[in-house]
T-cell receptor
Framework: DVKVTQSSRYLVKRTGEKVFLECVQD?????MFWYRQDPGLGLRLIYF???????EKGDIPEGYSVSREKKERFSLILESASTNQTSMYLC????????????FGPGTRLTVL | RKEVEQDPGPFNVPEGATVAFNCTYS??????FFWYRQDCRKEPKLLMS???SGNEDGRFTAQLNRASQYISLLIRDSKLSDSATYLC?????????FGGGTRLMVKP
């Protein structure tokens, strides 16, 4: 079974803090993705990566950065957390970028106070 | 206009009912189509891919109408365990675009 794990299920941070969300997949997938999910807005893509050290902006990259130093690990960084970044963050991986099934981690519920 | 639109519901149906969801997409260059299922407080999981010829998996039937740019999901003989949010997903290029989801509640 494909397994995608995320470092925390729940996280509470203060405005202005730097936040790291970690994601690890164990299936040697090329592609990894970070989404946020908000009520009424669905899943929105923040960033994705199709190879080590490669990254592409998604629909809402502002306020976020990412790092992919190893194939199995994709990190999402909030340089200075703000209250409007309170959300559910979901990481996913897939073998193929186009048309391939994406496997999701359990999500991290981030609250920024 | 959203790229992928779904009726958010909720659809409240009794056990055994047949229920259908539709989804419309705006990008005519879209190439791949999927339905994902998301249980409450859980991550989305692939339910089924949607092919041009239509496809069936047990009680679930998916249809694609490229001319009208819509996708449908039909669930027959609904079970309590079908209660979830169903996400319509469309691929064009490197990324998947998710609809907001349709919530289904199956009642005894």
């Amino acid at each position: 079974d494909v397994k995608v794990t995320q470092s925390s299920r729940y996280l509470v941070k203060r405005t202005g803090e730097k936040v790291f969300l970690e994601c690890v997949q164990d299936m040697d997938h090329e592609n990894m993705f970070w989404y946020r999910q908000d009520p009424g807005l669905g899943l929105r893509l923040i960033y994705f990566s199709y190879d080590v050290k490669m990254k592409e902006k998604g629909d809402i990259p502002e306020g976020y950065s990412v790092s992919r130093e190893k194939k199995e690990r994709f990190s999402l960084i909030l340089e200075s957390a703000s209250t409007n970044q309170t959300s559910m963050y979901l990481c996913a991986s897939s073998l193929w970028a186009q048309g391939g099934e994406q496997f999701f981690g359990p999500g991290t519920r981030l609250t920024v106070l | 206009r959203k790229e992928v639109e779904q009726d958010p519901g909720p659809f409240n149906v009794p056990e055994g009912a047949t229920v259908a969801f539709n989804c419309t997409y705006s990008n005519s260059a879209s190439q791949s189509f999927f339905w994902y299922r998301q249980d409450c407080r859980k991550e989305p999981k692939l339910l089924m891919s949607v092919y041009s010829s239509g496809n069936e998996d047990g009680r679930f039937t998916a249809q694609l109408n490229r001319a009208s740019q819509y996708i449908s999901l039909l669930i027959r003989d609904s079970k309590l365990s079908d209660s979830a949010t169903y996400l319509c997903v469309v691929n064009a290029g490197n990324m998947l675009t998710f609809g907001g989801g349709t919530r289904l509640m199956v009642k005894p």
